[in-house]
């Protein structure tokens, strides 16, 4: 019977479209609705649950690493281009299937050429950087 309802442990999906809802600070956060667990929960609205923080990312995060300690420099390069190849590897297949793997190792080449370069280009970019930033302080 489509009128009636049955226990289940599945929640049922919101009813409401999210833009048919107030704005958040509209709303009043701790009325009671009929659903404790339901979509439109404080948590949810304010995404504060505490099992699923979210990073606290600032511009710090995007600096280059300082030249000072060339091994952790080094490691970093390293990582990024690992970071890099795997991120060529995508198109890369992609191309490769379009030419009926015609590509064959080049497609693992271009991947590793990718990665080298990445991690160069890191390890280049940052040490100038870093010796640009040195020339302007003793210049002040």
């Known amino acids: 019977m489509p009128g009636s309802r049955y226990a289940s442990a599945v929640p049922e999906p919101p009813t409401r479209k999210v833009h ?20 439109d929960r404080a948590s949810i609205r304010f995404r504060s649950h505490p099992l699923h923080p979210f990073p606290k990312v600032t511009q710090a995060d995007f600096i280059l690493p300082p030249a000072g300690d060339r091994l ?39 991947m590793a050429v990718c990665g080298v370069l990445g991690a160069v280009f890191l390890f280049v970019a940052s040490g100038r950087a870093e010796r640009e930033f040195q020339k302007f302080l003793a210049s002040l």
Not at 20 to 39: C, I, M, N, T, Y
């Open 20 to 39: 048919d809802l107030p704005a958040p600070h509209a709303q009043d956060v701790f009325e009671r609705s009929e659903d404790p667990k339901g979509w």
């Open 72 to 110: 952790r420099l080094l490691g970093d390069a390293a990582i990024f281009g690992v970071c890099v190849a795997l991120l060529c590897f995508f198109p890369l297949w992609v191309a490769n299937v379009l030419a009926v793997g015609a590509l064959g190792n080049w497609v693992w080449g271009a």
